[in-house]
């Protein structure tokens, strides 16, 4: 489960830092969600947290790099964590100046790459894409994109036609654990490295956040919104045995283009599972 070697150990506690440092002043935080769904559950599928409605879905916007990750590494496209390294064209959408980088499996899970996932989908091609989606029984399992725009392989999952509910969300990560997906223990494990945030005591922290542009909805009359996810798992190595859990929230708030709300939803889950952790409700035996 460890990253071994020093170049992964190294990115690997920069992350930590990284992950560590986004908790730092939440209940400071100035604005609180209009909406909250979350969802904290054991190896057997058993709840030790939930919060708002969790079977209402939404786009998975950039959480669907999860699964995209797995069919890029299980198809032979993504090779290892830093293989394939590809650089942006003039035809990219580039929203923030570290996408103009060098991106690797790694940094484009970091830092959220969105071009990097729209030329691995056209690599994948829309039917294999499709059939690991209903393979997988993957939110509402949409993937056809704007009506009449023919986006679906590169905007399908970006407040368009696919969909997914926070509970959803963790089913499909339960899959992804319990090896249901048919992938390899190679890809398993890639998976691992490239989505590891930190830890929490000795929690291990795998997670992917996701975030939306503005948008309207007729609940919320007169303001623009935003939405957010984090999505992921926790495990500890205890008595030689691995324990796990895993989580996903999902929150509504109103747009401010200075702020992300996938940042926001995961400083908001990173706090609840420092409260698991210390009052103890993570120690018990699966």
Same mark, same amino acid.
């Given at each position: 489960?460890?990253?071994?070697?020093?170049?992964? +150990?190294?990115?690997?506690?920069? /992350?930590?830092?990284?992950?560590?440092?986004?908790?730092?002043?939440?209940?400071?935080?100035?604005?609180?969600?209009?909406?909250?769904?979350?969802?904290?559950?054991?190896?057997?599928?058993?709840?030790?947290?939930?919060?708002?409605?969790?079977?209402?879905?939404?786009?998975?916007?950039?959480?669907?790099?999860?699964?995209?990750?797995?069919?890029? @590494?299980?198809?032979?496209?993504?090779?290892?964590?830093?293989?394939? /390294?590809?650089?942006?064209?003039?035809?990219? #959408?580039?929203?923030?100046? =570290?996408?103009?980088?060098?991106?690797?499996?790694? =940094?484009?899970?970091?830092?959220?790459?969105?071009?990097?996932?729209?030329?691995?989908?056209?690599?994948?091609?829309? #039917?294999?894409?499709?059939?690991?989606?209903?393979?997988?029984?993957?939110?509402?399992?949409?993937? =056809?994109?704007?009506?009449?725009?023919?986006?679906?392989?590169?905007?399908?999952?970006?407040?368009?036609?696919?969909?997914?509910?926070?509970?959803?969300?963790?089913?499909?990560?339960?899959? @992804?654990?319990? =090896?249901?997906?048919?992938?390899?223990?190679?890809?398993?494990?890639?998976?691992?490295?490239?989505?590891?945030?930190?830890?929490?005591?000795?929690?291990?922290?795998?997670?992917?956040?996701?975030?939306?542009?503005?948008?309207?909805?007729?609940?919320?009359?007169?303001?623009?919104?935003?939405?957010?996810?984090?999505?992921?798992?926790?495990?500890? #190595?205890?008595?030689?045995?691995?324990? @796990?859990?895993? +989580? /996903?929230?999902?929150?509504?708030?109103?747009?401010?283009?200075?702020?992300?709300?996938?940042?926001? /939803?995961?400083?908001?889950?990173?706090?609840?599972?420092? #409260?698991?952790?210390?009052?103890?409700?993570?120690?018990?035996?699966?």
């Amino acid at each position: 489960m460890k990253i071994c070697n020093m170049k992964k +150990f190294i990115l690997s506690f920069c /992350a930590a830092i990284k992950c560590l440092a986004s908790t730092e002043g939440v209940d400071a935080l100035d604005v609180n969600p209009l909406s909250v769904s979350m969802l904290v559950c054991n190896k057997e599928m058993q709840v030790e947290y939930i919060e708002g409605d969790c079977y209402k879905r939404y786009s998975p916007c950039s959480t669907f790099k999860f699964p995209l990750a797995i069919m890029g @590494f299980n198809s032979g496209i993504l090779q290892t964590e830093e293989e394939p /390294a590809w650089v942006s064209s003039p035809d990219h #959408e580039i929203f923030l100046e =570290s996408w103009r980088c060098l991106q690797t499996p790694h =940094s484009w899970i970091q830092n959220s790459v969105v071009w990097y996932s729209q030329e691995l989908t056209q690599m994948l091609g829309f #039917e294999k894409i499709n059939e690991y989606i209903h393979q997988w029984n993957y939110g509402n399992k949409d993937v =056809s994109g704007t009506p009449g725009m023919n986006d679906g392989l590169t905007h399908s999952w970006l407040n368009s036609s696919l969909q997914i509910s926070t509970k959803e969300q963790i089913l499909f990560i339960h899959k @992804f654990i319990n =090896s249901e997906l048919l992938i390899s223990s190679e890809t398993w494990q890639k998976i691992e490295n490239i989505m590891y945030v930190g830890d929490v005591e000795d929690w291990e922290i795998f997670g992917k956040t996701g975030g939306s542009g503005k948008y309207e909805d007729e609940k919320y009359p007169d303001i623009l919104l935003q939405h957010g996810w984090f999505i992921g798992w926790c495990t500890k #190595e205890m008595g030689g045995s691995l324990m @796990f859990r895993s +989580f /996903a929230i999902h929150i509504i708030e109103q747009y401010n283009e200075d702020k992300k709300p996938g940042i926001h /939803a995961k400083e908001i889950m990173m706090k609840k599972i420092h #409260e698991l952790v210390y009052v103890n409700r993570m120690r018990s035996k699966d």
